[in-house]
């Protein structure tokens, strides 16, 4: 992904903050490379440091520590009006005595182009935005996914060399969101810029990126592609932040190749792939639809765990099952709900659970 | 279910409050038309128009009323610059001596006239400054400035950080920031503060009275002029004041309704 010289690259990055005279430090250490033409989503909860990483790239904050690069050039003391850099802000900060026009076409008479290259690229923009004749209004006369696509066009239209985007979605209902995840899609695809994009939404975040980071108390936990976070989680963290996750802790038995036994209670046999000693105590992770659950014990070569069904949740198109195995330990599974649905499993019923070794991962 | 007699209450009532209000505007315009022939213009004698053609016809008052136009306007530019700046900064940062700077404002407000006035005199005598126009501008300038600094900080609090920053985002210097952003978006609340500026400096008579020197204002020579008489110029200037607000006034709301409209 990364080819010769990546959009973005930070080194070390700390920002330190004197709060009632102490100091904070919200991001402690961050370093990442974003390559050129790269959809790229920070994300994490609230106060992970994640916004402050951003405004730090847009250069709205200035890091205590570390290097921020821009194509290869040292742009950390570079004030965010000398940077080839946008952004997309959550409130959208629209500005409300302009109209439309005015509005995308701020930024290019900053620059002073040329009228003629003004006209001719705001209406370009806007019509990939979907606005084309809406030149003239307010922002106040507009939707909010109006709004969001004004903001969006009045960044894109100085062709920055990357897209910083703020939880551009947070303030859109359900609906819409989704819609607008589709649209930003396809207008990366179409103008071909770098995206960063900071979001507390995990599903936002696999949907849309190439490659997310998962950030957490001012650090990087995990830099990957969607399906490796989600497959992947590679600490208690992500597994935890990214959709359900099932937390075991066992201790190790012994290692068969490059598989480890595992043993939780009496009946439980997990086979999970990793590397540790006999004896050691580890933390794996299963998803919940990865669990196949069955009232008769299941063949070998599947890890196995046995235990009582406490809940069943009907979620329209899958159920919930709440196990709880003997050491007190509560497993959740999903179950689709097909039409050979086979279990019949019932409340307070003994049931066993089983998945594949290489569908669960031990956790740093 | 409220009945008709409710409505028709309510109805007569608000047309009461209405004329309670209009009604010593109505006077003042009225009695700038009466024919009077005693010297106080008090009861109506008939109509004429002669007052409007000898307006100025009475030197003390036209040099007074110039005199106030000119300290009007200056105090309100000095006092509309100097409280936009203070209410940004109050409205906007945390710094060392806010919370004297905010008691200060408030203390501007609420200090009674007199104290301020008599205040005022004795610092100008013990800085040995003659009483004048200047003293006067000092003087109006002063108690302006908070009103200005309360309503610009209303807008500046309101306002979303995030506005400055796209400007400065999309290219803009902080300059640049201020003058096609910042000051647009805090332009109500400049426009209110100058029209209060405008408003208490142009009959403005207690402090005026203690710092004016041998300076007229056009308030001080109307209370100089009570006893005698006020003549009907008096009514004249304050209807062309008056007129000269409510065209101000409709200015605003028909530029209001067109930027909606658009």
Redesign the interface.
């Known amino acids: 992904m990364p080819e010769d010289v990546p959009a973005i690259e930070l080194d070390g990055v700390v920002k330190e903050y004197l709060a009632h005279g102490e100091t904070v430090q919200a991001v402690k250490g961050v370093s990442l490379t974003i390559g050129e033409g790269e959809f790229f989503s920070l994300l994490g909860p609230s106060g992970c440091g994640k916004t402050t990483t951003m405004r730090m790239i847009a250069g709205f904050e200035e890091p205590t520590k570390g290097l921020v690069k821009l194509l290869g050039q040292d742009v950390t003391n570079v004030p965010p009006n000398k940077r080839d850099i946008n952004m997309v802000f959550q409130s959208y900060a629209l500005f409300p005595h302009m109209n439309v026009w005015e509005n995308v076409a701020f930024g290019l008479r900053r620059k002073k182009v040329a009228d003629a290259e003004i006209k001719q690229r705001v209406g370009d923009i806007l019509e990939i935005v979907d606005l084309t004749g809406r030149e003239k209004r307010r922002p106040r006369e507009m939707s909010g996914g109006q709004q969001q696509r004004v903001a969006l066009a009045r960044a894109l239209v100085n062709r920055p060399r990357a897209l910083l985007l703020d939880e551009p979605l947070g303030a859109l209902d359900l609906k819409l969101r989704q819609q607008m995840q589709t649209e930003l899609k396809r207008i990366q695809r179409e103008v071909g810029i770098t995206f960063v994009y900071v979001t507390h939404d995990q599903s936002e975040a696999l949907t849309m990126s190439d490659r997310i980071a998962v950030m957490n108390d001012g650090l990087v936990e995990q830099l990957a592609d969607p399906r490796e976070i989600y497959e992947r989680p590679a600490s208690k963290f992500v597994a935890g932040f990214i959709g359900t996750s099932n937390l075991l802790s066992g201790t190790v038995d012994a290692a068969e190749g490059d598989l480890l036994v595992v043993r939780l209670g009496e009946h439980d046999r997990i086979l999970v792939p990793g590397k540790a000693a006999a004896g050691d105590t580890v933390d794996l992770t299963v998803r919940p639809e990865k669990i196949t659950i069955s009232t008769e014990q299941p063949e070998s070569g599947l890890s196995v765990v046995r235990g009582d069904v406490a809940e069943i949740t009907y979620l329209g198109t899958y159920n919930s099952y709440a196990v709880a195995l003997a050491d007190g330990t509560e497993i959740t599974v999903f179950q689709q709900n097909a039409i050979d649905s086979s279990t019949t499993a019932e409340r307070g019923d003994t049931v066993w659970l089983s998945w594949r070794p290489q569908h669960s991962y031990t956790l740093s | 279910m409220r009945g008709k007699l409710g409505d028709r209450a309510l109805y007569v009532y608000t047309w009461l409050i209405i004329l309670w209000l209009a009604s010593p505007i109505a006077v003042m315009i009225l009695f700038g038309f009466n024919d009077k022939q005693s010297k106080s213009n008090t009861s109506w004698q008939g109509f004429t128009f002669k007052w409007y053609q000898q307006l100025f016809a009475i030197d003390g008052l036209t040099d007074a009323l110039v005199n106030s136009l000119i300290i009007a306007v200056v105090s309100t530019v000095l006092a509309t610059v100097l409280g936009t700046l203070l209410g940004l900064a109050v409205g906007r940062y945390r710094f060392r001596g806010k919370g004297v700077t905010d008691f200060l404002i408030f203390a501007a407000i609420s200090t009674p006239e007199l104290v301020m006035g008599a205040s005022l005199l004795s610092l100008f005598v013990s800085a040995n400054a003659p009483r004048g126009h200047i003293t006067i501008i000092i003087a109006h300038t002063l108690f302006s400035l908070a009103f200005v600094v309360v309503t610009v900080r209303a807008r500046v609090v309101g306002l979303?950080p995030?506005?400055e920053?796209?400007?400065?985002?999309?290219?803009?210097?902080t300059f640049?920031t201020f003058r096609?952003?910042t000051l647009?978006?805090i332009m109500p609340g400049v426009a209110a503060g100058a029209m209060l500026a405008f408003a208490l400096s142009i009959d403005d008579y207690v402090v005026t009275s203690f710092v004016n020197g041998s300076e007229q204002t056009f308030p001080l020579w109307i209370v100089g002029a009570v006893k005698v008489g006020i003549p009907p110029q008096v009514n004249v200037m304050g209807t062309l004041i008056f007129g000269i607000g409510v065209l101000l006034a409709i200015a605003n709301a028909v530029s209001a309704r067109r930027?909606?409209t658009?």
């Open positions: 979303d995030s506005l920053e796209a400007a400065r985002d999309l290219g803009a210097g640049t096609l952003v647009p978006s930027k909606t658009h």
